[in-house]
Each structure stands twice: as structure tokens, then as C-alpha cells.
């Protein structure tokens, strides 16, 4: 009787499994140890493991849409997908646009420059100097903000990272959850600054008003995750904690 049980369980669960809603999850794999392209030529990382836990706990399949970072809200609101895990610091001005789950991970803005560079040792000295970013990120307001900077803003970050190696770029301001990971294996970067990026932290993303459910259990399944461990064990495998 208990075989036959756990036979129906197991019968029960896979018609749900099979069943289960699939959710397009846009990101863009180039913002290690976030998400990024392993060597399997796979999209993995922290947001995208993070995700995969979510998902079991909530009920959903995953389906990965690798797009441009300044991409993602423009195909969030046009439907190609349905959330985005990008590392997406929830701002203000954002969330004009869309939702934000609460916040999963906190962080600041990091400033970087040529270990070379001994004249720039302050925020104040940032004036009319040629500053890398990446585009569509919260780094490239803090840049904008800075007076006469000349702001590149390089669709990909490592592309951020060079310029300021390459003496293109006097400065890089980058998210410090990675930014300290490029400094680890760029000797010749050094850090001279770091600042509060005015966000919220990291979160996820849902087109305005669309998902409230999905939202809601989006946001239980992450304080759960939190509680029994999971989440922590991530942070550790990634380098983050």
C-alpha cells in the first residue's frame, strides 16, 4: 500500500512537472559571477542558479533569453519576456517602467583606475575626465551625473574594463559585486573609490502591474531560500558572501 502510494505521488508530481508554466527569463550573460557563458558554452551564475531555485519552489519552468543589458526592459514591455535576472538594480526611474521583487543582493558603486595613475585619488578629480560604464546600468547615471565627464558607455562591461586599461578611459565605475572579481585579476587596477549606487539592490524585474502573483510568490520563495540555507550556499559557490 505505501509503494502504491508513493507510486501516485510520484505519478502526481510529474503530470505537474510536466504541466508547469514556462517563464522567459531575460538576462545578459556577460556579468560574471551573475551570469555569465561557462566554459560548456551554458548560461550560468548566481542570478541564473538563484532562479533555477525560485523556480522549484514556485512551480515554473525556465526558459534563458540572453539579450543586451539595454535591451531587457525595452523586451520586457514588448512581451519577449516575462522576467528579467540581470543583476538590474531597482531605481527609481525604473520602476516607471516595471516591478521589482524585493531585493536580493546589495551592493555599491566601485571606481577603478590604472594602478599608473597617481594624480586621480578623488571623487572631486573625476571632473572632464573620460569615464567607462556600461550601458544601461545605474553606473552610467552615476557617470552622467559627474561634471563634463565624458561618458563611453560600452555595451559590455569587460569592453568597460579595457578601455580604462588601455588608457582610453581615465576611470571605470563599475557594480563592486563584480568589480572587485576584475581588480583580483587586473594588477595593473586599482580601486580609489567607492560610493552608494542609489538603488535598492538587485532585483528581479516584471513588465508594470502584469504579474503581481507571480511577483508575490517570487518574493515568499526568495525569503525561503534565505531561510533554509539555500541561498547562502550560492553566495559561497560564487564568491559573493
Same mark, same amino acid.
Given at each position: 500500500?505505501?509503494?502504491?502510494?508513493?507510486?501516485?505521488i510520484s505519478i502526481a508530481m510529474?503530470?505537474?512537472?510536466?504541466?508547469?508554466?514556462?517563464?522567459?527569463?531575460?538576462?545578459?550573460?556577460?556579468?560574471?559571477?551573475?551570469?555569465?557563458?561557462?566554459?560548456?558554452?551554458?548560461?550560468?551564475?548566481?542570478?541564473?542558479?538563484?532562479?533555477?531555485?525560485?523556480?522549484?519552489?514556485?512551480?515554473?519552468?525556465?526558459?534563458?533569453?540572453?539579450?543586451?543589458?539595454?535591451?531587457?526592459?525595452?523586451?520586457?514591455?514588448?512581451?519577449?519576456i516575462d522576467i528579467i535576472a540581470?543583476?538590474?538594480?531597482?531605481?527609481?526611474?525604473?520602476?516607471?517602467?516595471?516591478?521589482?521583487?524585493?531585493?536580493?543582493?546589495?551592493?555599491?558603486?566601485?571606481?577603478?583606475?590604472?594602478?599608473?595613475?597617481?594624480?586621480?585619488?578623488?571623487?572631486?578629480?573625476?571632473?572632464?575626465?573620460?569615464?567607462?560604464?556600461q550601458l544601461g546600468t545605474v553606473?552610467?547615471?552615476?557617470?552622467?551625473?559627474?561634471?563634463?565627464?565624458?561618458?563611453?558607455?560600452?555595451?559590455?562591461?569587460?569592453?568597460?574594463?579595457? /578601455?580604462?586599461? %588601455?588608457?582610453?578611459? =581615465?576611470? &571605470?565605475?563599475? @557594480?563592486?559585486?563584480?568589480?572587485?572579481?576584475?581588480? !583580483?585579476? +587586473?594588477?595593473?587596477?586599482?580601486?580609489?573609490?567607492?560610493?552608494?549606487?542609489?538603488?535598492?539592490?538587485?532585483?528581479?524585474?516584471?513588465?508594470?502591474?502584469?504579474?503581481?502573483?507571480?511577483? /508575490?510568490?517570487? %518574493?515568499?520563495?526568495? =525569503?525561503? &531560500?534565505?531561510? @533554509?540555507?539555500?541561498?547562502?550556499?550560492?553566495?559561497? !559557490?560564487? +564568491?559573493?558572501?
Amino acid at each position: 500500500m505505501k509503494l502504491l502510494f508513493k507510486l501516485l505521488i510520484s505519478i502526481a508530481m510529474l503530470i505537474v512537472a510536466a504541466n508547469a508554466q514556462t517563464i522567459k527569463v531575460g538576462t545578459n550573460a556577460a556579468y560574471p559571477p551573475f551570469e555569465f557563458v561557462n566554459e560548456q558554452n551554458q548560461i550560468t551564475g548566481f542570478d541564473m542558479d538563484l532562479m533555477a531555485e525560485i523556480a522549484k519552489k514556485v512551480g515554473f519552468k525556465i526558459e534563458i533569453v540572453n539579450i543586451s543589458f539595454d535591451s531587457l526592459i525595452p523586451a520586457l514591455k514588448a512581451g519577449k519576456i516575462d522576467i528579467i535576472a540581470a543583476a538590474m538594480s531597482a531605481t527609481p526611474e525604473r520602476l516607471k517602467a516595471v516591478d521589482f521583487s524585493k531585493p536580493y543582493y546589495h551592493t555599491m558603486n566601485l571606481f577603478i583606475k590604472r594602478a599608473d595613475n597617481k594624480e586621480l585619488t578623488k571623487f572631486e578629480q573625476l571632473e572632464g575626465k573620460k569615464i567607462s560604464v556600461q550601458l544601461g546600468t545605474v553606473q552610467e547615471l552615476a557617470a552622467k551625473d559627474i561634471k563634463s565627464a565624458k561618458v563611453m558607455a560600452i555595451d559590455e562591461i569587460f569592453g568597460a574594463v579595457m /578601455a580604462v586599461k %588601455n588608457a582610453k578611459a =581615465d576611470a &571605470l565605475i563599475v @557594480d563592486s559585486s563584480i568589480g572587485y572579481g576584475y581588480l !583580483k585579476q +587586473n594588477p595593473d587596477l586599482v580601486e580609489f573609490l567607492h560610493l552608494p549606487d542609489g538603488s535598492e539592490g538587485f532585483s528581479f524585474a516584471f513588465d508594470k502591474g502584469k504579474h503581481k502573483e507571480l511577483q /508575490a510568490k517570487i %518574493n515568499s520563495a526568495i =525569503d525561503e &531560500l534565505k531561510n @533554509d540555507g539555500t541561498y547562502d550556499k550560492l553566495l559561497v !559557490k560564487y +564568491n559573493l558572501k
